[in-house]
């Protein structure tokens, strides 16, 4: 996704600095690449539990790439506890944790399962950046989009028939469609397909 390396120039533009992402993982080895992977471009922080990671996030935070099983406290728990304290930084769950439905009320942007290499982490970034520029109701789509395609990447096509959960997001996917159609008819048109990245194949 190196066609959004813009929306990292862009708000080094805007800020007069780069943008500040968070790194989070048990694994220090783990975080080592993560920040190699990014630190060209972003200013990067870095945390190696949960607690580590509240102790750490500030407004100045733009992304957080957030491991999901830690000591003491949970990527999950440090999530909620960052939308309690209300930031609205963008976050990608990159964890060793196979995607189930609970992760449809977990208030995540973007979801990665390791092994993910260096490619994957920039293009994740960049595309997370790109969404903060972008409205509310375009951004519970990205991430309702996100949901939708890691739980289509792990379920069967029986499995995601008979799930209430998954039928929800699916709904609500197309009603924020219709809205957004609506929004930008009198203007350029949105390829939402391309935005996001594509589910592969549902049948195991």
Do not use: W
Not at 38 to 44: E, F, G, L, R
Not at 104 to 130: G, H, N, S
Not at 173 to 192: N, P, Q, S, T, Y
């Amino acid at each position: 996704m190196g066609k959004n390396q813009t929306a990292i120039d862009d708000r080094s533009d805007k800020r007069g600095e780069q943008p500040t992402v968070l790194v989070v993982d048990d694994d220090e080895a783990v975080v080592e690449v993560y920040k190699h992977s990014i630190d060209d471009n972003c200013d990067v922080v870095t945390a190696y539990d949960g607690e580590q990671a509240l102790e750490t996030i500030n407004e100045s935070v733009d992304v957080v790439l957030l491991d999901r099983q830690m000591p003491n406290l949970t990527g999950g728990e440090a999530l909620e506890e960052i939308r309690e304290r209300g930031y609205d930084c963008r976050v990608a769950m990159v964890t060793g944790v196979d995607p189930d439905f609970d992760i449809v009320e977990m208030p995540f942007d973007a979801y990665l399962t390791k092994p993910v290499d260096e490619e994957e982490v920039r293009d994740v970034v960049e595309e997370l950046l790109l969404l903060s520029t972008y409205d509310k109701q375009f951004q519970e789509y990205f991430r309702l989009a996100e949901k939708k395609a890691a739980l289509e990447t792990e379920k069967t096509t029986e499995e995601l028939a008979t799930n209430g959960e998954y039928a929800d997001v699916q709904d609500r996917l197309d009603e924020l469609k219709r809205e957004l159609d609506a929004l930008l008819a009198a203007g350029d048109d949105v390829d939402f397909d391309s935005a996001f990245r594509s589910p592969p194949d549902n049948d195991k």
